[in-house]
């Protein structure tokens, strides 16, 4: 764990919250054009758009463990500038070959995996180092900013880059994102170096993995939230699949219009956020996740109702409702992790969690090509948001019901 006073902690904290948002822009950008490129510029089936889906977060399941000990270890400044450099040499690649008439499916894929193994290791800084620098009273209000503000750049980033396909191509808005990392990387740079406090971490990996994953699944509260979030997510990766191709080929959408409804996840993310910290005082942080868990489960099944034209703001209603039910959770249930968790086991607890949880998300993904190649997409995507009830019932029936509070 590392201590900033707090003078200094204020301006690191708006440092650090400026870099990740340009950099969520650039992400929020490539959510939209990496997709819509292998669609429209190199015909790519559902299936195959689900191999890029799995491939950006295949690497929580590659690297997820081992990534809390590299954090542990390795000095948190310059791990995060050199995993944005890397994202965005990665990212160049693809305009690169583009401009050689070299650009295929298979890059594509091994990009969203290089991109995909270098966030593993920037999330986890990322979270590590959030509560070194702001006081443990104020993490909850933080944590909303952050996701607020993540939400966003969901709202605008999207849109932004439905804009960018249709002006200047799919291939050129890639660039947006590989000047987004670069730019995060000049200003994470600019922090201060973290001070450690008490020893360094030792004992060999698998020993420090192992304590990471003993602690999660000796913590009840906190082994039933990443049941529940493991759940979320294999949702979200099944919905990185579906949502592109449905919108552009099942309701005709064009790639601008694709952008603003996916936006629509943004401003459910928005409105979830700002409201996290005023429904966790009235009702109790674990009554909350109830409440978010169920209205983000019914609202979520308008998404394959919708049809063309007016239809399409059906789908809108849908992925707000969805996306504002997820923020609430992710809110609470990291900020439990960080309030908890002794400081030295921090970084590995928070690996671990998205080890189990992220590694959902390309399993969803698959599941989802598998599904919508024999039902088709608008079935496919019926029975994957039916499936987010699975997430209030094992809230439900675990301690996380008992409780007020997440504590």
């Known amino acids: 764990m590392t201590t900033l006073d707090r003078r200094a902690a204020t301006g690191a904290f708006w440092r650090y919250w400026t870099a990740s948002t340009i950099s969520n822009v650039g992400d929020a950008v490539t959510a939209v054009a990496l997709p819509l490129l292998a669609v429209a510029t190199l015909n790519a089936t559902t299936f195959q758009v689900s191999l890029i889906a799995a491939a950006s977060y295949v690497s929580w399941l590659l690297i997820g463990l081992p990534a809390g000990v590299l954090v542990a270890r390795l000095p948190l400044r310059g791990t995060q500038v050199a995993m944005d450099l890397l994202r965005a040499l990665a990212l160049l690649s693809i305009p690169a070959a583009a401009a050689l008439g070299l650009l295929r499916l298979p890059q594509l894929v091994v990009v969203a995996l290089v991109v995909g193994l270098a966030s593993v290791v920037f999330f986890v800084g990322n979270s590590t180092l959030l509560p070194a620098i702001v006081p443990a009273d104020q993490l909850t209000g933080r944590n909303s900013l952050t996701s607020g ?6 709202l605008s980033g999207p849109s932004l880059g439905g804009v960018l396909v249709q002006a200047v191509g799919a291939v050129a808005s890639l660039l947006f ?52 979030a493991t759940l979320v997510n294999f949702v ?120 189990v ?45 008992r409780q007020r509070d997440l504590d």
């Open 357 to 401: 949880s992220w590694g959902a998300i390309p399993l969803g993904a698959l599941v989802a090509g598998l599904v919508a190649s024999a039902v088709g997409n608008r079935d496919a995507l019926a029975v994957i948001c039916a499936f987010t009830f699975a997430t209030p019932l094992v809230l439900a029936v675990g301690p996380v019901r």
């Open 149 to 154: 503000t993540h939400a966003v750049t969901q």
């Open 177 to 228: 994102d590989v000047v987004s990392y670069l730019v995060s990387a000049i200003m994470l740079a600019g922090l201060p170096r973290p001070r450690r406090t008490g020893d360094a971490p030792t004992g060999s990996p698998l020993r420090m993995i192992a304590d990471g994953l003993r602690y999660v699944a000796r913590h009840r509260l906190m082994r039933s939230c990443v049941a529940a």
């Open 236 to 355: 979200c990766g099944a919905l990185l699949t579906l949502t592109p191709v449905f919108l552009v080929r099942t309701l005709g959408a064009a790639p601008g219009l694709v952008g603003v409804l996916m936006a629509t996840e943004g401003v459910g993310s928005l409105v979830g956020a700002a409201l996290t910290p005023r429904i966790a005082r009235r009702l109790g942080s674990a009554r909350a996740l109830l409440l978010a868990g169920t209205v983000a489960a019914v609202l979520a099944l308008l998404m394959p109702l919708a049809r063309s034209g007016w239809g399409l703001l059906v789908f809108a209603a849908g992925n707000a409702g969805f996306a504002a039910g997820v923020v609430v959770l992710s809110v609470l249930t990291r900020t439990h992790r960080q309030t908890v968790t002794p400081p030295e086991l921090l970084s590995r607890v928070m690996a671990t969690v998205r080890f």
